[in-house]
């Protein structure tokens, strides 16, 4: 049974190219990422929230031009710890598509090799046209993969540094 799996990826690849492994190892990258921040939401984001807001309740004073500062700082803190690694799987999301593109032409590159090596002869081309579509398929179901993740961990940040924000108050 993994045997066949794995004959089906290495025969996918052989026909999409080299560029695919690149893919791979993008898209492999971008869903460990993705994985880590739904972890750290689960594990570690009640520890930055609660150390920022220990930090800011222990201060006796909250009305002074410093104190604002202090409480910018400490929101800007937590809402790097808490934003992670995100641009980097929106970069990810954002690079495989434009891999894909890199796929297709160094496939198209092989049909024209094809096409001045051995004449029009369709089945000298036939790989070449594989190669230069599969990847730029492969490049957009990993980008829309990854969109998901991207999207739903853009919420929660967004959600959980406002409400942080909001709940770190001048008063006592």
């Not at 202090?70 to 980097?88: K, Q, V």
């Not at 190669?131 to 929660?156: D, E, H, N, Y």
């Amino acid at each position: 049974m993994f045997y066949d799996a794995y004959l089906s990826i290495v025969q996918f690849i052989e026909l999409g190219g080299d560029v695919l492994y690149l893919i791979a190892a993008v898209t492999f990258l971008m869903w460990t990422l993705i994985f880590e921040r739904f972890w750290f939401f689960r594990s570690e984001h009640k520890n930055v929230v609660r150390e920022a807001t220990q930090k800011w309740e222990s201060r006796t004073e909250r009305r002074s031009w410093s104190a604002h500062a202090i409480r910018e700082g400490l929101i800007s803190d937590a809402a790097d710890r808490i934003t992670g690694s995100l641009p980097l799987i929106q970069t990810c999301v954002m690079l495989c598509p434009l891999l894909g593109l890199l796929g297709t032409v160094t496939g198209m590159i092989t049909v024209f090799d094809a096409m001045a090596t051995m004449g029009g002869n369709a089945r000298s081309m036939a790989s070449g046209v594989s190669q230069a579509t599969i990847p730029t398929m492969s490049g957009m179901i990993a980008s829309l993969s990854g969109v998901l993740g991207a999207t739903l961990i853009k919420r929660r940040v967004d959600r959980d540094v406002g409400m942080f924000e909001d709940h770190l108050t001048f008063d006592h």
